[in-house]
């Protein structure tokens, strides 16, 4: 399917089934709100790199308003709903101060490999560990797919946006799986350093090493 939708840019990656709350202050973006919360209608959220709208974003739909401020700003909790792939950004759209763009939507096989996906998790609670950070996913580990945690797995920007490209849930935790698997050991070394550089001028119980030595002759 092929449609027009109304945009909001940012510089962040936007997942299916992801909640994301905003809070909308600029004019163009305060008319875009109201008139999706009119209309009942979703908007998109094309991901910026680098000061460039790159081709992927996600479809969000306004779930609720939080809180609508005097000057017209507002809170709102919006929750993804899927990807889309622009084909032409609209930059004037008649009579309205936001971009459109004309999209579609690729097909997204969500489909899990429950076995790839427990050993993701234990590599990501590994990583909280490392990092001495403490997160409870809302839904248990037999329902978790990559979406709900990839935030948490310490991908970049970049990153996030790559794994956003893969449309098939077994290469997005296969993708995680390489990440976790390149990032844990090098800050298990660095924890492991942090160790030693605490030890350095303190007093160390250590014994002594019995060895062989020859003399040279």
């Not at 590599?123 to 403490?134: F, G, Q, S």
Request: hydrophobic fraction near 40%.
């Amino acid at each position: 399917m092929i449609n027009f939708i109304p945009i909001f840019p940012l510089n962040i990656v936007v997942y299916p089934g992801e909640q994301l709350n905003l809070h909308i202050f600029e004019p163009r973006y305060q008319q875009l709100i109201r008139e999706c919360l009119e209309s009942g209608k979703p908007f998109g959220i094309p991901t910026v790199i680098n000061n460039k709208l790159e081709e992927f974003g996600t479809l969000v739909q306004v779930e609720s308003v939080v809180k609508e401020y005097e000057g017209g700003e507002m809170d709102i909790v919006t929750k993804g709903v899927k990807v889309f792939r622009v084909l032409e950004v609209i930059r004037e759209v008649p009579g309205k101060l936001y971009l459109g763009a004309i999209v579609e939507y690729p097909d997204n096989d969500r489909t899990t490999v429950r076995e790839k996906m427990s050993k993701v998790m234990v590599m990501i609670r590994e990583l909280h560990r490392l990092l001495n950070v403490t997160k409870t996913f809302k839904k248990e580990d037999d329902e978790l797919l990559s979406y709900d945690v990839a935030h948490h797995a310490g991908l970049s920007l970049q990153e996030e946006y790559e794994m956003l490209l893969l449309l098939r849930e077994d290469q997005r935790q296969e993708y995680l799986r390489r990440h976790l698997n390149k990032i844990i050991p090098f800050l298990a070394e660095m924890e492991s350093l942090k160790e030693k550089i605490k030890l350095n001028g303190h007093f160390r119980n250590l014994g002594g090493l019995d060895f062989e030595w020859e003399a040279k002759k």
